[in-house]
């Protein structure tokens, strides 16, 4: 860690929970969620029925932000992110992973999974998560969905 958060480095005053660095007070940013009218055929995803895509957003920030709990009660889901950092954690097994900007992530139908998104790059402004799933994902607070999750399978980058 001290090789990239450390003052001079890199990522110099981003902040990283792995590694414990973070501010203080960080400022509030804004989130949202797009629902793209619309979806796609069976066979580009591998799902049974069509698809549908949905991106969260994290705009204005500086500082890494707790999304919520992405739940996938209808069937699986491939997850993309333009963030630096996607950490995932199953909240049924305390299991986590980790994507970046060039990863895919695969989960399966009737997951639960904690989102916390990394700040976006220097001077970008915002970051993305797209999610591509077989039914409708629903994005809620913690202790909204956990009676309904599963444990996830989880695919991350090229597993």
Aim: net charge negative; proline share 9%; with cysteine.
């Amino acid at each position: 860690c001290e090789q990239y958060y450390a003052p001079g480095k890199q990522y110099a005053g981003w902040c990283d929970r792995t590694c414990g660095v973070c501010p203080s007070s960080p400022p509030k940013p804004e989130t949202f969620e797009v629902q793209w009218n619309q979806s796609y055929r069976y066979s580009l995803f591998d799902s049974p029925q069509p698809v549908k895509v949905t991106r969260f957003d994290l705009v204005n920030s500086t500082t890494d932000v707790d999304l919520g709990v992405l739940a996938l009660p209808a069937g699986a889901a491939y997850i993309f992110t333009t963030s630096p950092l996607l950490l995932m954690t199953d909240p049924t097994t305390n299991e986590s992973h980790s994507i970046y900007s060039e990863s895919p992530a695969w989960a399966s139908k009737g997951s639960c999974l904690s989102l916390s998104l990394g700040r976006p790059a220097s001077k970008a402004g915002n970051a993305s998560v797209l999610v591509v799933s077989s039914g409708e994902p629903r994005l809620s607070p913690a202790a909204t969905v956990l009676s309904e999750c599963k444990p996830a399978v989880m695919r991350v980058g090229y597993d």
